[in-house]
Structure formats: C-alpha cells, structure tokens
C-alpha cells in the first residue's frame, strides 16, 4: 500500500496515506526528506523549505499562502497555512480545449423508465409534495399508508416534506415554488400528488402553473382547507396515480440517457486523490456519451473556479460561470460574512486547511468535459455535457437542487462519512478504506481502492457498472435505510 503521495510534480506538499512518525525517510524519488513532526493520516508534509508570505502549491495550484517559516518535512495544515482569497473578482475569458457532449458514445446499457418528454427515470415511484410545512405530517401520513396499501404496484410511495411555503416574499418565495416545481417534474416520479393548505404564501395554484411536463393523470393536487377530509381525498388522488404509474414498464435504455449529480461531503486529505476525481472519470463517461452529468456547491469552486471557466463551452458560458461565482461571493459578502468561511471542522480533522485546498479538489468531480450550461437554482438542465448548477455547499440543500435539476442519481462522495439520502438513490462513495469498512451500511462504493493496487480508471470502470446496477433498479443504501430527505434553499426575510 501506498504510504505518501505527491500528486503533482510542482507541488510543494505531499500527503500522509496512513499516520507518518517524526524521523521517518521518505523517499520521491528527486527528493528525499526527513519529517521533523508526526504527520496525521490525511494531512500535509513539506516537500521544501517554504518561505513566510510565500504560495504553497497542491494539485498543482495554490493552495493558499505560508503565515509562518515551514522547514522541508514539517506538517502544513492551519497552523502556517491560510486561504489567499478576498472577495468578488475580475476573470479573463481564456478558453482550454476540451471534450464536448457526443464525442465518445459509450455502448454500456442499463434498464430505465422513458418520460413522455424524453427523459428516463430510474425509478417509478409517486412523490407527494406539500406547498407549505403545515401540510408536511398530512403528507407523511399519506404516504405511510399508500405505501401498504399499493406495496409492489409502483416503486414506492413516499413523502417529500419540508417547513417552509408560508411566510415568504419575493425571490425568498420563487425560490422554494421553482424548486418545488422542478421536483414534482422529475422523471423517477411516475406521478405526483401536491397537497397545499390554502392560505399559504407558496399558493397552490401558482406552484401548479410551473410544473412543465406533468399531464393531468399524473399530477393531483388538493388543498386541504378546501376538502371535507384530507386523509380521503389523498388516498382518492394516490389510487388515480397508482393505476396509471403501475402500467409503466422498463426499456432498454443507454449511459446517453442518464442524467447524474455529482456532490462531496465531509471532505478529508483523501477526497481529491480518490473519490472526488473518481467520479470525475465517471461524470466524463456520462457527459462526453451525451448524457448531462451536473456539479453544484457554488462556494466550494472558491480558488478553483478558474478551471471550469477554462472549460465553458463558449464566452456567453464563461461570462454566465463568472455571474454565478461572483454572485454568490457577493451573497456572502452581503450579509457580513468572508468568502473563504470554509473548510469545516470535519474537513479540518481529515487534513484540509484552507478553501482554495478543498476546492481544488471539489472540482475534480466535474471531470475534465466542456461545460455546456450554467443554471440557477432551481433550473432544470436542458444541455448535454457538464452543468454548474447554483446552489450552496450544505449536503442537503445542495443535493436537493441536484434532484430537481434532473439528476436522476446522486454520487456522494465523503471521506467523513453521513447516512443522510435524498430522493434520487444518493450512491456514498467513501475517500478512503476505514470509512468504507466501518460505515458499510452508509457506503455503496470505496474509492480508497484507487490507493491500494487499483487504477482510478479501472475503479471507475467498477463504480459506472454499480451505478448501471442501481439505475436498472438494484437499491442504494440510502434507500434500504429510507434515508429521503429534501432541503429548501431559504435565503430571504420570514413574515
């Protein structure tokens, strides 16, 4: 096994694989060193004598700058190490070539469900959304006994709840309606039942004129103010849906058909050297045959943005990346608080130090595909190829948003671990082997195989034949645990 790595060759750091002792040699062949300081696992070693004030490299870019001496072996992480970002900046249009959608059809297959607009699903579940949280426990009771009642007609039935819907103005408001919207729209939902109070801000009737695709047999709703018993008219609406969505069959379906999301949580030291450019590999797989792959967590491209700008499909895709980035900086900005407030302290502990580090890695997930499409939250892709999709950083907003602009599948990767799922079959793809064997339950896949005689290639190769699996109908942990969570991005005033 691996026991330290370097990942590029202008790099001033290198990586622990396992926990190193002071006074260890190790060797990297043009340089050899001795660590004058116990290396945890995960973290940081000075490949060179780093002066005060001077960029420290990692992937090849700067990591941040040295707030202190660092002597060749010393461990680099917080305590000499800081972020070299400020705030809202100026970006020049200088294109990469790079792969657009189509240019390498693959022949891999796997068994979906194909939408009347086009889309394939993986699943053939009914979906009840409430417009506001006064309606979530009526939801959740819906679906508790639809679930028995129609058990092996459909795929599933269930609840899809969340606390807002009253109280919201403006694009506050939009924000959660547009989401909404593109979730009742989603092709692993056969049908939709909509449930709505009455006298909610997020009223029933505008939330129904923004759902695109849904024709009348597959989309219910009702208020419950306006029905003599709730708990009669869902089940009425559930039985419509459930004779319909039951008829649906699975087809023969193509890695060009598959839309996926792409998401890190609770990043550590392993998260860019294994699963994050892991699914990299696959997102390129996907998007390149000319399915969409799409990226979000806005914040966490922060030092990295530049990569993806290189890549953006033409100028008006640049200029729309450089928005999005900039918008959300101002975001922060806005409301008092620095651009670089990040990494966490779990990402801290597995040996990330500064946001352009985690960046740098976060990005890798996006692969190296032209990026085709940037949408703002609550949009559905529409493009082949890559997509930036704006959204924050936290796991279940994010996810949430990934879900609604179309992933049909989530690959999570996590060098912390978390049991969290969301409605889309969420595949956990831990950074390193500890995790994957002390979390199986949590974990679908290890991507610290890549570190212990494996090719990230061929461990991508195994993960895209797990992910065929699962879009043909095998079950992700998240839900054999009936882990479905949605999180609604609240960024405005509350009533």
């Known amino acids: ?116 607009d086009g889309r394939v699903g993986i699943r053939n579940e009914i979906w009840i959304l409430c417009t506001v949280g006064c309606v979530a426990r009526t939801s959740e009771r819906l679906a508790k006994v639809a679930s028995e009642r129609f058990k092996g007609r459909v795929d599933g039935v269930y609840a899809l709840t969340h606390p807002l819907g009253c109280s919201q103005l403006g694009d506050d408001l939009n924000h959660t309606r547009k989401l909404l919207a593109a979730l009742a729209a989603h092709p692993n939902a056969g049908g939709v039942l909509i449930v709505g109070l009455g006298c909610e801000n997020n009223q029933l009737s505008a939330l129904i004129g923004e759902i695109e695709g849904r024709t009348p047999d597959r989309l219910k709703y009702f208020a419950a103010q306006m029905v003599e018993d709730e708990h009669e008219s869902g089940l009425e609406a559930l039985e419509a849906l459930v004779q319909v969505v039951e008829k649906d069959q699975r087809e023969l379906c193509h890695v060009s058909d598959l839309a996926i999301g792409v998401k890190c949580g609770g990043s550590d030291g392993f998260s860019g050297l294994t699963a994050n450019p892991l699914v990299g590999r696959v997102a390129d797989i996907v998007a390149l045959a000319g399915g969409q792959s799409i990226m979000t967590e806005i914040p966490e491209v922060f030092g990295a943005e530049r990569i993806l700008m290189a890549r953006a499909k033409d100028e008006g895709v640049f200029h729309q990346i450089v928005d999005v980035v900039n918008d959300f900086k101002q975001y922060f900005l806005d409301n008092n608080q620095p651009v670089f407030e990040n990494p966490s302290p779990g990402n801290k502990a597995g040996g990330i130090s500064t946001l352009e580090e985690k960046s740098l890695g976060a990005v890798q997930k996006g692969g190296l595909s032209q990026l085709t499409e940037v949408l703002r939250y609550g949009e559905r892709a529409t493009q082949a190829g890559l997509s930036l999709l704006e959204a924050p950083g936290n796991d279940a907003v994010s996810s949430t948003a990934l879900t609604a602009a179309g992933a049909v599948i989530v690959l999570f990767t996590t060098g912390r671990g978390t049991p969290l799922g969301f409605p889309a079959p969420t595949l956990k793809i831990a950074s390193n082997t500890a995790l994957a064997e002390k979390k199986p339950h949590w974990i679908d896949f290890n991507a610290g195989q890549a570190l212990e005689g494996k090719t990230l290639d061929e461990t991508a190769d195994d993960l895209m034949d797990l992910i065929l699996r699962v879009a043909s109908g095998e079950r992700a942990n998240n839900e054999k645990n009936d882990e479905r969570e949605i999180a609604i991005w609240k960024n405005g005033v509350t009533l």
């Open 1 to 116: 096994m691996v026991r330290y790595v370097r990942v590029h060759a202008t790099d001033d750091v290198a990586i622990a694989v396992e926990a190193l002792s002071a006074g260890e040699v190790l060797d990297f062949g043009d340089v050899q060193l001795t660590l004058g300081t116990d290396i945890p696992k995960g973290h940081k070693i000075a490949l060179r004598d780093i002066a005060e004030g001077a960029p420290v490299l990692k992937f090849g870019f700067r990591i941040g700058h040295a707030i202190a001496p660092i002597k060749t072996g010393e461990h680099v992480h917080t305590h000499n190490l800081s972020t070299s970002l400020t705030g809202v900046e100026d970006y020049d249009y200088a294109p990469v070539a790079a792969e657009g959608p189509g240019s390498r059809p693959d022949a891999r297959t796997f068994m979906g469900y194909r939408r009347a």
